[in-house]
């Protein structure tokens, strides 16, 4: 059983920065990439970042390049998202998702059960 656990959640005001985490726990052989996508009330999940976990390459939503830094640790097979600048349109529901090999198979869709985000005006 894989799990995927998402701390750092919290309120910060317009402006202000808030750094996410995700570790990802359990038998899994490799990861691939590991991502952020995040949902408002009302509206469809939505991609934020990625990280390749081979090339360390990030891939970034446009309304976040500039503000967010996502980053990868092998070590703890962790992912982490610093949020800086942040404004109230940020404000959602934060998801952690991994690209995992679990048992020899390769999986896209394992998700951490979402961590809040409240940005103040």
């Known amino acids: 059983q894989v799990q995927l656990v998402e701390t750092g959640g919290g309120t910060a005001q317009a402006g202000g920065s808030l750094r996410l985490s995700c570790a990802a726990s359990?038998?899994?052989?490799?990861?691939?990439?590991m991502a952020w996508f995040r949902q408002a009330p009302g509206k469809e999940r939505e991609f934020v970042a990625r990280?390749?976990?081979?090339?360390?390459?990030?891939f970034y939503r446009d309304s976040v390049r500039g503000r967010f830094t996502i980053s990868g640790d092998s070590a703890n097979n962790s992912v982490h998202l610093q949020m800086n600048r942040l404004k109230t349109e940020d404000a959602a529901v934060y998801y952690c998702n991994a690209d995992l090999w679990v048992a020899g198979t390769r999986d896209q869709g394992y998700w951490g059960q979402g961590t809040q985000v409240t940005v103040s005006s």
């Open positions: 990280v390749n976990w081979i090339t360390r390459m990030p």
């Open positions: 359990g038998r899994l052989e490799r990861i691939g990439s």
